[in-house]
């Protein structure tokens, strides 16, 4: 009996504590998308700007799948299920930017002559 | 079995010793979709930016017609409907059904004031940018992707809204399929409330934009604001209780899946924003 009654407390503890993790996390995202948009409007240079942005994408993106999506408590097999279209997902869109950033790839024709 | 173990509040959310993997399966096949969603809004993102960065002579651009501040207070009411969705998934693993479908409908609000943010940003490109679907490249990517995250988002509140319906089915076999009846009816009040809702709340911005105040709004919309009043006098009737409900605990699994597909719209509008809107305003041509 008291041993049911001591699981029954210390699940209600990790789902209480899990409830402050959701709304702290939820705080650090909205100071994070703030950060954001500070960050397009400083003095810095592009390259850095692009980096800033791009971290702080992926670490929200982190946070939320790790946290809000449970990851952090589930069987690891889903993570590597889900980085795995993740990785074919973000490697094709690099391969792809990298096809078309080429000078080759630089289109032509009358749409991308300057008119006279 | 479950039952009991519901009762008990003693499920294992994380694990599922009765599949071969561990994992339920629901959570399984979810995770799965979601890998393969992140291929098709990986490859929707590439177009976009290789259009963007090769931008035929004479394009719109999109710093003259994008609002950085509603795209942000968008961004802000999406993550906030994330934590919602986190709630009611930690509320129904304890058993909490009241608590649930109290974050069920904030998310659902929270998802709709997205779609509404959308729609009018849509709206503002098209008429005002003169921005459409087929007369600019930039025009044809950016609806393309940001439309099918849009078509996400709208699933979504789909999803939410027979899921809060569905917490509402009696425990009580007796009563027959009634219930289904009710909660078609449930259903058609909710949508009706929507779109009354937003016809009526657009209807008193206009109102006031053209200077015109409460006044002219009431004597022109009068009765679609009473029709939405009554709308919402209905959804309250609907959500009076009416005993025990087939719906608890053991059902967490299916709310759970459903925050995994929230969840991953949030995700992706996490890359979206800072890629499609923000680096406009740095470094694209």
């Known amino acids: 009996m008291s041993d049911t009654a001591s699981v029954a407390?210390?699940?209600?503890?990790?789902?209480?504590?899990?409830?402050?993790?959701?709304?702290?996390?939820?705080?650090?995202?909205?100071?994070?998308t703030g950060l954001e948009l500070l960050v397009i409007y400083m003095p810095l240079a592009i390259w850095l700007i692009i980096t800033l942005l791009m971290a702080m994408s992926a670490i929200k993106f982190v946070a939320v799948i790790w946290v809000f999506m449970h990851l952090k408590w589930d069987k690891r097999f889903l993570t590597v299920l889900f980085f795995i279209g993740t990785v074919i997902g973000s490697g094709t869109l690099w391969a792809l930017l990298l096809v078309h950033g080429a000078e080759a790839s630089t289109p032509i024709g009358p749409a991308y002559e300057e008119l006279g | 079995m479950s039952s009991t173990a519901a009762a008990a509040g003693h499920i294992d959310h994380h694990h599922d010793a009765t599949t071969t993997t561990g994992i339920p399966h629901k959570k399984l096949f979810m995770w799965a979709f979601l890998a393969s969603d992140c291929m098709f809004?990986?490859?929707?993102?590439?177009?976009?930016?290789?259009?963007?960065?090769?931008?035929?002579?004479?394009?719109?651009?999109?710093?003259?017609?994008f609002s950085i501040e509603l795209t942000s207070g968008?961004?802000?009411?999406?993550?906030?409907?994330?934590?919602?969705?986190?709630?009611?998934?930690?509320?129904?693993?304890?058993?909490?059904?009241?608590?649930?479908?109290k974050m069920l409908l904030g998310t659902i609000v929270f998802g709709l004031i997205f779609l509404g943010g959308q729609v009018y940003e849509f709206n503002h490109f098209v008429k005002v940018g003169g921005l459409t679907l087929s007369n600019d490249v930039f025009g044809s990517t950016f609806y393309t992707l940001t439309g099918t995250h849009g078509t996400h988002v709208a699933?979504?509140?789909?999803?939410?809204?027979?899921?809060?319906?569905?917490?509402?089915?009696?425990?009580d076999d007796s009563a027959g399929?009634?219930?289904?009846?009710?909660?078609?009816?449930h259903f058609l009040t909710f949508t009706a409330l929507v779109v009354f809702g937003m016809y009526t709340l657009l209807a008193l911005i206009h109102a006031f934009e053209m200077g015109h105040g409460f006044g002219y709004y009431f004597?022109?919309?009068?009765?679609?604001?009473t029709g939405s009043l009554a709308l919402l006098g209905g959804l309250f009737w609907f959500a009076k209780p009416r005993g025990a409900v087939d719906f608890g605990e053991a059902n967490a699994i299916d709310v759970e899946s459903m925050g995994l597909y929230w969840h991953f719209v949030d995700i992706v509008w996490i890359v979206i924003f800072p890629v499609v809107y923000l680096l406009e305003y740095v470094v694209l041509p």
């Open chain 1, 9 to 32: 407390s210390s699940e209600a503890h990790a789902h209480e504590s899990k409830f402050h993790v959701f709304v702290q996390l939820a705080m650090v995202l909205a100071i994070i």
């Open chain 2, 74 to 101: 968008s961004t802000f009411v999406l993550l906030m409907s994330s934590l919602l969705m986190a709630l009611s998934v930690n509320s129904i693993q304890k058993g909490n059904v009241v608590t649930t479908r």
């Open chain 2, 219 to 225: 004597s022109h919309h009068l009765p679609s604001f």
């Open chain 2, 41 to 65: 809004f990986g490859s929707l993102i590439a177009t976009h930016l290789i259009y963007r960065l090769h931008p035929p002579v004479g394009t719109i651009d999109p710093r003259d017609i």
């Open chain 2, 155 to 171: 699933i979504g509140v789909l999803w939410l809204v027979l899921m809060y319906i569905r917490t509402f089915k009696p425990a």
């Open chain 2, 177 to 185: 399929q009634g219930w289904i009846l009710r909660g078609l009816f």
